[in-house]
Each structure stands twice: as structure tokens, then as C-alpha cells.
């Protein structure tokens, strides 16, 4: 059984910085791994996901500000955001690949993402 545990939320003023963390459990093999977030009253959006080769892709509204990248070793993955915006408020979600899982496509990268961690809310304040 996966399991993705987030950390890393907080509030913070526009133009500020945070960094949230998963650590997954539970797979040996590699997979894409994704963030995505939800805002009150707001579908959930794929925000950045890394594919199995370690490439990055990206949602347009955070490219050049958010960052995803992953510490393999420590079965860890990140999401460096810079220059945050009121827009960016939601609650942010790490999410797994596996088979049966819902399909997002995020930066014309698609996967099936059906393991998620509980959560780490964002807000950032104008």
C-alpha cells in the first residue's frame, strides 16, 4: 500500500517562498509523481508532475515560479514555490501513478494518478 505523507504548508505574504515535501512509502519501482491543488469552490488542478525518466513538467500559471524535483534516495518529493501568489491559496495534494488511477495531463504530460496524501494547505496573503 502507498503511502504519501505532505508537509511544508503555511501562510505567507504575496511574493513570498515555501517549500512542501512528500515522502511516499509502500512501491519500490519508479512512477510519475505529481502536485496538484484545490481552492474552495475549484476543481482539482494538476499543478507539476515529474515523469518516470525525472523529467519536470508544468502548469503554465507556475511556470518559471514553482520548481518539483525529487530526492530518490529518500523517496521524497518537493515543490519549491517562489513568488507566491493570492491566486496560489489552496490546498495541495502529492499524488502517486498507478494503473486504475485518474488520468491528468499537466504541461502536455499525462498520467494516471491514484494514490494521494492528505493535504498541506497554502495561503498566501496580498
Known amino acids: 500500500q502507498v503511502q504519501l505523507v505532505e508537509s511544508g504548508g503555511g501562510s505567507v505574504q504575496s511574493g513570498g517562498s515555501l517549500r512542501l515535501s512528500c515522502v511516499a512509502s509502500?512501491?519500490?519501482?519508479?512512477?510519475?509523481m505529481g502536485w496538484f491543488r484545490q481552492a474552495p469552490g475549484k476543481e482539482r488542478e494538476g499543478v507539476a508532475t515529474?515523469?518516470?525518466?525525472?523529467?519536470?513538467h508544468y502548469t503554465d500559471s507556475v511556470k518559471g515560479r514553482f520548481t518539483i524535483s525529487q530526492d530518490t534516495a529518500k523517496n521524497t518529493l518537493y515543490l519549491q514555490m517562489n513568488s507566491l501568489k493570492p491566486e496560489d491559496t489552496a490546498m495541495y495534494y502529492c499524488?502517486?501513478?498507478?494503473?486504475?488511477?485518474?488520468?491528468?495531463?499537466?504541461?502536455?504530460?499525462?498520467?494516471?494518478?491514484?494514490?494521494w496524501g492528505q493535504g498541506a494547505q497554502v495561503t498566501v496573503s496580498s
Open positions: 509502500g512501491y519500490t519501482y519508479r512512477r510519475c
Open positions: 499524488a502517486s501513478e498507478a494503473s486504475g488511477g485518474r488520468y491528468y495531463r499537466v504541461g502536455g504530460h499525462t498520467c494516471g494518478f491514484a494514490y
Open positions: 515529474i515523469d518516470s525518466d525525472g523529467r519536470p
